[in-house]
């Protein structure tokens, strides 16, 4: 804010010099009166065109001047004022106008107290121009009212200017309090919209945990019901196995011990003896020998 603010003052400074410029060159050109001193007069303009082009062009750029450049630009310009003034008539000069711009860009940089000063060194240069030129001090009425007009110009601007820098100070304030209001006003809307969705999310949140876990409660009954139905069915092929191995037969501990001990039964028959089987044979491979007891043949054999 600061250097907007000094760019604009350097801004409006340095229109006034190119306005008093284009005034004293047309003034010195078309006057009758400085006919005497025109060359030095036009060049001593050429070199302030010069000197205002430079710091235009360093505006133009966005470079601003320091304090002391300030300085030595409102002493430059006291100089030229003073030099116009002298090589020009004196007292009697029309360019005097020329310190009335040299103390309003004073006031716009320094504030009263820098434009009060300048207004006193403008009053001495106008003074000892006035006096280089006519050996002597003229009349107080003559000199007394530009001096009177300085001062009062180099209040006036200065309280001025004061009044804007405070107006635009308070102004930046206001600015500052609105957009401090607005900032906290779309804070505060955003702690509403933060609570508002943990809020919604939270009742949304919910009954949609309770439907989930009533549907996962569904989805694993679902999932034992399979189960059970399968246990029940591998139970239920387990169980036919057994049953099937059951009705397949099987020789008694009886039969299997009378085959062992009768030797002659596993002998093959030799010539000329007869192909059926022994008493004994037949009494212990028969039927009725699967229902006794495994030593049952043994005796009844011996018998």
């Known amino acids: 804010m600061e250097r907007d603010r000094r760019a604009g003052i350097e801004r409006v400074i340095e229109l006034g010099r190119w306005l008093i410029l284009i005034f004293a060159g047309v003034t010195a050109n078309f006057s009758s009166t400085i006919a005497a001193h025109i060359g030095e007069v036009n060049l001593l303009l ?3 065109a ?3 082009l430079a710091v235009t062009l360093a505006l133009v750029a966005r470079h ?4 002391r450049t300030q300085y030595a630009m409102t002493g430059l310009d006291i100089t030229v004022a003073t030099a116009l003034i002298y090589l020009t008539g004196g007292f009697a000069s029309s360019f005097s106008v020329t310190f009335y711009v040299v103390v309003i860009a004073s006031s716009l ?3 009263i107290r820098g434009s009060v000063t300048c207004a006193t060194i403008i009053s001495i240069a106008y003074i000892a121009a006035g006096m280089a030129v006519s050996k002597r001090l ?3 009425d003559v000199f007394a009212s530009h001096i009177f007009l300085y001062f009062v110009v180099a209040l006036a601007t200065g309280l001025l200017a004061r009044e804007l820098a405070g107006a635009r100070a308070r102004q ?3 600015t500052y309090e609105l957009e401090h209001a607005a900032f906290m006003e779309l804070r505060e809307v955003d702690r509403l919209k933060t609570d508002f969705i943990m809020l919604a999310s939270h009742e949304l949140r919910t009954p949609l945990a309770k439907i989930k876990a009533w549907l996962m409660l569904m989805q694993d009954a679902g999932d034992w019901k399979r189960l059970r139905s399968a246990a029940s069915t591998k139970r239920a092929k387990t169980s036919s196995k057994p049953a099937r191995s059951a009705s397949r037969p099987v020789p008694s501990t009886s039969t299997r011990w009378s085959s062992r001990s009768s030797p002659a039964s596993s002998r093959p028959p030799t010539a000329g003896a007869s192909s059926s089987p022994s008493p004994t044979t037949r009494a212990v491979c028969s039927p009725t020998t699967s229902a006794s007891p495994w030593f049952w043949p043994v ?5």
């Open 109 to 111: 940089r320094f504030g």
């Open 138 to 140: 003229p009349a107080y």
């Open 50 to 52: 010069l000197f205002n």
């Open 172 to 174: 930046i304030a206001h």
């Open 46 to 48: 050429g070199s302030w």
């Open 299 to 303: 005796l009844s054999t011996t018998r």
């Open 64 to 67: 601003l001047p320091g304090r």
